[in-house]
Nanobody, 124 residues
């Protein structure tokens, strides 16, 4: 089984940057497609982006494309979310998730493993 733990959240001013990490255990990341989601209070959980295990294909949600970047380090069993040009509307709890198929869906129901989330707050 896969266990996921996010870290790196915190408070940052608008226009700043933050890097989130997701460390896995129980299974190597090389066998899983990884996704990032976020959820703000009172809003639906939103797809941020994901990366496949086979060839590193990356997909982003429209709201973050051009500002965020996903990468993975299979040797460290870690996936990263680099967030740049942060806006107050990026404030949310950010979750990483994993699935065994080599595709990145935007639907949260397609991911079988989830971390506990890490809070990101962007001030103006």
């Amino acid at each position: 089984q896969m266990q996921l733990v996010e870290s790196g959240g915190g408070l940052v001013q608008a226009g700043g940057s933050l890097r989130l990490s997701c460390a896995g255990s129980g299974r190597p990341f090389s066998s899983y497609t990884m996704g990032w989601f976020r959820q703000a209070p009172g809003k639906e959980r939103e797809f941020v982006g994901g990366i496949t295990w086979r060839d590193g294909r990356i997909y982003y949600g429209d709201s973050v494309k051009g500002r965020f970047a996903i990468s993975r380090d299979n040797a460290k069993n870690t996936v990263y979310l680099q967030m740049n040009s942060l806006k107050p509307e990026d404030t949310a709890v950010y979750y990483c998730a994993a699935r065994s198929s080599d595709y990145v869906p935007a639907e949260e129901s397609r991911y079988g493993y989830w971390g506990q989330g890490t809070q990101v707050t962007v001030s103006s």
